[in-house]
C-alpha cells in the first residue's frame, strides 16, 4: 500500500532545462528525505528536512534545490539540468528519533537528461 | 563518513539452498547506528525486510534474520531455505538517528526454482 506518492514516474529533457519533482506523505511522518540513486544503483543521501527544516545537504550541487511547504510535502527542482543528474530520485519519509527512524520510500521518479 | 560494505551481486541460489549476504558497517557519526536490510523487488519500490537498533539483538522477517553484531561491526542477512519469490536486490543500510539512511550498494539475488 502506498503512502508515499512521487509525481512524475518518468521524466525526459534536455540539457539546460529546469525541472521540479514532487513528493508527499500520508504517513503523518515530520521528516522527509530525497535519495538520488544511479546508474550503478548506488543509493546516496541528498537532503534530509525536519518539519519543514533543512537538516541534511549531502555535497549537492547547487542547481538542485529542495523545497517543503509542510510537513507532508517536500519537492526537489533542479535548475539547468546537466547529463550526469540522469538517476532516480527517491523520496522518503520517517518520524524523527533514534528508535522511530524507519524510512518508507516513494516509487521513484526516473530522470533522463539528454 | 559512514560507510556500508555488502556482498557484491549478482548472487544466483538454487531453490531451497541456504543464503547470507554479507554486511559490514563502519560508523563515524555514531557509535551505535541502527541497521537496516531493504529489498527491492521486481516491479516495486524499496520496502524495509528488518531492522535491529540494539546490538547482539537478531531482527527476522520473511524467513530472513540478521544480527547485529558490534565487535564485528556486521549484519550479514540469512535465509535457511530460499524460494523463487526471494529473487530481489537487497541493500543493507546504517542510519544515525534519523538525519540519513548510508547504504551499501545493493546485491542482486537469483534465486533458480
Known amino acids: 500500500e502506498t503512502a508515499v506518492f512521487q509525481t512524475p514516474n518518468y521524466h525526459v529533457t534536455q540539457v539546460g532545462n529546469e525541472v521540479s519533482f514532487n513528493c508527499k506523505q500520508t504517513l503523518g511522518h515530520d521528516t522527509m528525505y530525497w535519495y538520488k540513486q544511479d546508474s550503478k544503483k548506488l543509493l546516496k543521501i541528498m537532503f534530509s528536512?525536519?518539519?519543514?527544516?533543512?537538516?541534511v545537504n549531502e555535497t549537492v550541487p547547487r542547481r538542485f534545490s529542495p523545497q517543503s511547504s509542510d510537513k507532508a510535502h517536500l519537492n526537489l527542482r533542479i535548475k539547468s539540468v546537466e547529463p550526469e543528474d540522469s538517476a532516480v530520485y527517491l523520496c522518503?519519509?520517517?518520524?524523527?528519533?533514534?528508535?522511530?527512524?524507519?524510512?518508507?520510500f516513494g516509487p521513484g521518479t526516473r530522470l533522463l537528461v539528454l | 563518513g559512514d560507510s556500508v560494505t555488502q556482498t557484491e551481486g549478482p548472487v544466483t541460489v538454487s531453490e531451497s539452498e541456504s543464503l547470507i549476504i554479507n554486511c559490514t558497517y563502519s560508523a563515524t557519526s555514531i557509535a551505535y547506528p541502527n541497521l537496516f536490510w531493504y529489498v527491492r523487488y521486481p516491479g516495486e519500490g524499496l520496502q524495509l525486510l528488518l531492522k535491529?537498533?540494539?546490538?547482539?539483538q537478531k531482527g527476522s522477517s520473511r524467513g530472513f534474520e540478521a544480527t547485529y553484531n558490534k565487535e564485528t561491526t556486521s549484519f550479514h542477512l540469512q535465509k535457511a531455505s530460499v524460494q523463487e519469490s526471494d529473487s530481489a536486490v537487497y541493500y543493507c543500510?546504517?542510519?544515525?538517528?534519523?538525519?540519513?539512511?548510508?547504504f551499501g550498494t545493493g546485491t542482486s539475488l537469483l534465486v533458480d526454482p
Open positions: 535491529v537498533i540494539t546490538a547482539g
Open positions: 522518503a519519509s520517517s518520524f524523527w528519533g533514534a528508535n522511530q527512524d524507519t524510512q518508507y
Open positions: 528536512y525536519n518539519n519543514k527544516q533543512l537538516i
Open positions: 543500510a546504517l542510519s544515525n538517528m534519523g538525519y540519513k539512511l548510508t
